[in-house]
């Protein structure tokens, strides 16, 4: 049994593609998952696994599909790949405070990275490696040029942003899951 995270990108916003978290933790479970707890409403779970995290992705993609009608784009990693992007998260203090962090599910494209890397506002900052993006905007996610689509199109991943906060709850969840094991 391995501990993971799950993250699952756009259930819940405005009502729609709704996936409640109780019906999502007993899905997950009768997959075979154990000690499965949800984060928010926005697809945040940790549960141990023995499957790969190919493996489980594919599993829950179908049950999501087969229960609530909709495909949606998943993302697994292991309490230490997240423990690693959030560790190398270039921005300190304040800013890392308000930053973003845009999990990716491979390596991005490199002309596409090339040229994204020409690019810049005035008040974002932002820093790509092969498993993440870290964002930062002095004016809020909801007012920027770059967001996880502009990226994705650019960079030809997928990728499921979450702020600061969520990745400080998910990390303490995944710690705690960790030490049971």
Known sequence: MKTHIILLRGINVGGHRKVPMAELRELLSGLGCQDVQTYIQSGNVVL?????????????????LSNFGFEVLILVK???????????????????EKSYFMML????????????????????EFKITDSAIYFYSANGYGR??????????????????????????????????????
């Not at 141990?48 to 999501?64: C, D, F, V």
């Not at 790949?81 to 190398?88: H, R, V």
């Open 78 to 96: 292991t309490y230490i790949e997240l423990q690693d992007i959030y560790d190398k998260c270039p921005f300190q203090n304040e800013a890392k």
């Open 48 to 64: 141990h696994s023995s499957e790969t995290p190919e493996k489980l992705k594919l599993n829950i993609q179908k049950a999501i």
């Open 105 to 124: 599910d491979n390596s991005p494209n490199k002309s596409g990275l090339e040229e994204v890397s020409k690019l810049s506002y005035d008040g974002e």
């Open 144 to 181: 920027t040029k770059f967001n996880s689509n502009f990226f994705e199109r650019q960079l030809k991943v997928n990728a499921t942003a979450r702020n600061y906060k969520t990745m400080l709850k998910i990390l303490a969840m995944a710690k705690e899951t960790e030490s049971k094991l």
